[in-house]
């Protein structure tokens, strides 16, 4: 089966961060598949504590403005616009006008890349669950 690390606890959700390559869409039917999803990432201590397990991989989070261009949303509905955010310097930017899911790299900061993006990076899927 498919290398994979364990489910980890952090402030009252469970984290698994696949190796999988995949696309945001697939990443995000996995997650719900297991009845869970990409990561939402609301404060600090959140950000250090998916920021810890990166590694040098790149991760897909919940994040998309694929529905309107520029009006990001956390796939949770939960609010985004007056929230924490650790965009890279100049992030997001719609590069060549398809970039629309958000990615979380190994040092932390977030960019937006085309969702179907897949290459050898590890573009990996962070869950989270409701309860254990
Ligand atoms: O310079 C930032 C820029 O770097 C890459 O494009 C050259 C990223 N693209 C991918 O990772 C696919 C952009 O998203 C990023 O803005
Ligand atoms: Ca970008």
Do not use: M
């Not at 469970?14 to 869970?36: D, E, H, L, P, R």
């Not at 990432?41 to 959140?46: C, G, L, M, N, S």
């Amino acid at each position: 089966g498919p290398r994979s690390r364990e489910w980890e606890y952090f402030d009252g959700r469970c984290y698994f961060f696949s190796i999988q390559q995949t696309t945001w869409g697939k990443a995000k039917a996995v997650c719900q598949s297991w009845n869970s999803q990409l990561v939402v990432i609301h404060d600090t201590a959140k950000q250090n504590f998916i920021q810890s397990r990166t590694r040098n991989e790149r991760y897909w989070i919940g994040l998309t403005d694929v529905d309107t261009e520029g009006e990001w949303r956390w796939i949770d509905g939960t609010n985004y616009r007056n929230s924490f955010k650790n965009w890279s310097k100049g992030e997001p930017n719609d590069a060549g006008q398809r970039e629309d899911c958000a990615q979380i790299h190994g040092a932390g900061e977030w960019n937006d890349v085309p969702c179907n993006y897949e290459e050898s990076f590890y573009i990996s899927i962070g869950c989270s669950l409701d309860r254990l």
